[in-house]
C-alpha cells in the first residue's frame, strides 16, 4: 500500500492507494507496446542518455538502460528502489511510478537490455527553470527532505527536482536517483529543512516508516539493494520512527 500526500489538499490526510492500484500503475509501464524511443532532450535538461519512450495509447516515460552508462545496473535498480520507498515512506506523491523492463538495446542493435521506465510528470519545470525553493509548497519541501535522508540522496544540488508548472504552491517531484544511497546527504532541499532548526517529519510519514520497519525491506528491495546500503536505511529509518524529527 501507498501513502500519497495531497498537499494541495490537506497534507494531514493522505490519499491512500491500494496495492491493486499500485499493480495498475505499474503495469501501465511494462505492458503498452512502445511507438517511438528518442533521447530525452527536452527542456531544463536532459544532457544525460536518457530515453522518452511513447507508448501505443499516447502515455510516455523514461528511460534508463543498464547498458547505457558506467554502474548503469546499479542505477537503474536503484531508480526502481526509490519508487518503492517513496510508496513504503509514506511519501509516493513525490516520485513518479517506476519499473524496470527489458526493451531493445540502445547501444547494441539487436540485442536487448534493462531499463528502468519511470511515468512523466505532466507540465513540469526542471531546474533551474523551475520556481524558486521558497515558493514551493513547504510541506514538499519537508517531504522531500525526509526522503532524500532516507534514501542519503547525493545528487540533489541544483537538480534532480521539477515543479509542476501553474501549481500553487508549487508542487514538487523528485527524479533521478541512480546515485542515491552515498554516504551522505547532498540535498538543497535537506539543508534548506535543517536551517530552520530540528523539525518534526510529517505524522503519516511517521507512521509508514513504522509499518515498513515490521515488514522490512520487503522482498523486491533485498534484491535491488546492496546489503550495505539497506542496513544504513534501515539505521536512519529507524532513528525517524523513534525521534519523530529530521536528523
Ligand atoms: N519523471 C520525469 N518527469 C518529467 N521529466 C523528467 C522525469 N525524469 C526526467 N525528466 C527530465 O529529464 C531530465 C533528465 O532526467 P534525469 O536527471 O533523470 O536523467 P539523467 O540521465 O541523469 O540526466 P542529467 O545528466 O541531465 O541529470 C530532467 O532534468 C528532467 O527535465
Ligand atoms: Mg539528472
Same mark, same amino acid.
Given at each position: 500500500?501507498?501513502? =500519497?500526500?495531497?498537499?494541495?489538499?490537506?497534507?494531514?490526510?493522505?490519499?491512500?492507494?491500494?496495492?491493486?492500484?499500485?499493480?495498475?500503475?505499474?503495469?501501465?509501464? &511494462?505492458?503498452?507496446?512502445?511507438?517511438?524511443? @528518442?533521447?530525452?532532450?527536452?527542456?531544463? %535538461?536532459?544532457?544525460?542518455?536518457?530515453?522518452?519512450?511513447? =507508448?501505443?495509447?499516447?502515455?510516455?516515460?523514461?528511460?534508463? =538502460?543498464?547498458?547505457?552508462?558506467?554502474?548503469?545496473?546499479?542505477?537503474?535498480?536503484?531508480?526502481?528502489?526509490?519508487?518503492?520507498?517513496?510508496?513504503?515512506?509514506?511519501?509516493?506523491?513525490?516520485?513518479?511510478?517506476?519499473?524496470? &523492463?527489458?526493451?531493445?538495446?540502445?547501444?547494441?542493435?539487436?540485442?536487448?537490455?534493462?531499463?528502468?521506465?519511470?511515468?512523466?510528470?505532466?507540465?513540469?519545470?526542471?531546474?533551474?527553470?523551475?520556481?524558486?525553493?521558497?515558493?514551493?509548497?513547504?510541506?514538499?519541501?519537508?517531504?522531500?527532505?525526509? =526522503?532524500? @535522508?532516507?534514501?542519503?540522496?547525493?545528487?540533489?544540488?541544483?537538480?534532480?527536482?521539477?515543479?509542476?508548472? %501553474?501549481?500553487?504552491?508549487?508542487?514538487?517531484?523528485?527524479?533521478?536517483?541512480?546515485?542515491?544511497?552515498?554516504?551522505?546527504?547532498?540535498?538543497?532541499? @535537506?539543508?534548506?529543512?535543517?536551517?530552520?532548526?530540528?523539525?518534526?517529519?510529517?505524522?503519516?510519514?511517521?507512521?509508514?516508516?513504522?509499518?515498513?520497519?515490521?515488514?522490512?525491506?520487503?522482498?523486491?528491495?533485498?534484491?535491488?539493494?546492496?546489503?550495505?546500503?539497506?542496513?544504513?536505511?534501515?539505521?536512519?529509518?529507524?532513528?525517524?520512527?523513534?525521534?519523530?524529527?529530521?536528523?
Amino acid at each position: 500500500m501507498g501513502l =500519497f500526500s495531497d498537499s494541495l489538499k490537506n497534507p494531514e490526510h493522505p490519499v491512500v492507494v491500494s496495492d491493486a492500484v499500485v499493480a495498475a500503475l505499474e503495469s501501465a509501464l &511494462r505492458e503498452p507496446p512502445i511507438l517511438h524511443a @528518442y533521447r530525452n532532450g527536452g527542456r531544463g %535538461g536532459g544532457a544525460g542518455p536518457s530515453i522518452v519512450l511513447v =507508448f501505443a495509447g499516447g502515455g510516455c516515460a523514461v528511460a534508463k =538502460f543498464e547498458d547505457q552508462v558506467a554502474n548503469g545496473t546499479m542505477m537503474i535498480r536503484q531508480e526502481r528502489a526509490a519508487w518503492l520507498v517513496a510508496c513504503r515512506a509514506g511519501l509516493g506523491h513525490l516520485v513518479a511510478v517506476t519499473v524496470l &523492463r527489458e526493451l531493445e538495446s540502445q547501444q547494441t542493435p539487436g540485442a536487448h537490455a534493462l531499463a528502468s521506465v519511470q511515468s512523466v510528470w505532466p507540465n513540469c519545470e526542471a531546474v533551474p527553470l523551475s520556481i524558486p525553493l521558497d515558493q514551493v509548497d513547504p510541506h514538499d519541501v519537508l517531504c522531500a527532505a525526509t =526522503f532524500d @535522508y532516507v534514501v542519503h540522496a547525493t545528487d540533489r544540488r541544483g537538480n534532480n527536482w521539477v515543479t509542476l508548472t %501553474g501549481t500553487q504552491p508549487g508542487q514538487l517531484k523528485l527524479i533521478d536517483h541512480g546515485h542515491a544511497w552515498g554516504d551522505g546527504v547532498s540535498s538543497d532541499l @535537506y539543508d534548506r529543512v535543517k536551517s530552520q532548526g530540528p523539525v518534526p517529519i510529517p505524522d503519516h510519514v511517521k507512521e509508514s516508516c513504522e509499518q515498513w520497519l515490521g515488514t522490512w525491506p520487503g522482498e523486491e528491495l533485498a534484491e535491488l539493494l546492496e546489503p550495505p546500503k539497506l542496513d544504513a536505511m534501515h539505521i536512519r529509518v529507524t532513528s525517524l520512527v523513534d525521534s519523530g524529527v529530521l536528523p
